[in-house]
């Protein structure tokens, strides 16, 4: 489920690199998509909800011209979301960090989407508290609707699972992942659990390196941005 990887083009294909079905345990991590004036729907990223009326995805993908979420999903290939599973939000409404909450020198990915209603019947992910940072070794678990394989040629917009280690701090941001086990395009903006819970430490942001899945991902830490999150949560 990677990111757009190294700002990977932005080809925002959708899983998690050798990820396993999550059987409907993640309905608050959702899929962003595009639609048109036709009704059509091109996918792009993923994203994880914070708040019954907001979500958080990755700032690159305000690229793709976002303006749906679907929540409640785990397949959009083989059926379009029921009308009651889809969420509408505005560019108006897309927030990125600015003055106070922005990180001098920090990529900053990472958007808040304001939705059209609230999201009934899911509840949203937990945030961590500031300071409750994880270590390495600490497992953590991946979710999103990206690519399942390296030539990314499977698995878009499905929804999968993954485990992988934090690997290490980058002040706003952190590593883990790589290997058998990693985010790949299309999951940028989806959750990185702290394994067995619900409580959100990172956000799906892009590739190490050359950008190629399975060489370890970069996240976005939910900790650094925390305000950010609960000053937008208090403008709905």
Known sequence: ????SR??????????????ATEGRFPECGIVGSQSLSGRIDWLASAVLVHPKMAVTAAHVLRGAPNVIAFGV???????PAPDRLF????????VPRDEFRIPGARNDILLLKLDRDV??????ELPEVGSDVSAGDPLHIVGFGHSDRLE????????????SFLRDEESEFRAGGGASDTCTGDSGGPAYLAGTK??????????GTGDCGQGGIYTKVTAFRRFIEHGITTL
Do not use: C, H
């Open 88 to 95: 509408f939000t505005r560019p108006a409404d897309a927030m």
């Open 120 to 125: 009934g019947g899911i509840d949203p992910a």
């Open 74 to 80: 785990t397949d959009v290939v083989t059926q379009r």
């Open 7 to 20: 700002t990977r083009s932005w080809r925002f294909e959708a899983t998690v690199l050798n990820g396993t």
């Open 199 to 208: 409580r959100l430490v990172g956000i799906t942001s892009r590739s190490v």
């Open 1 to 4: 489920m990677k990111r757009t």
């Open 153 to 164: 040629e499977t698995g878009f917009g499905v929804q999968l699972l993954g485990e992988i």
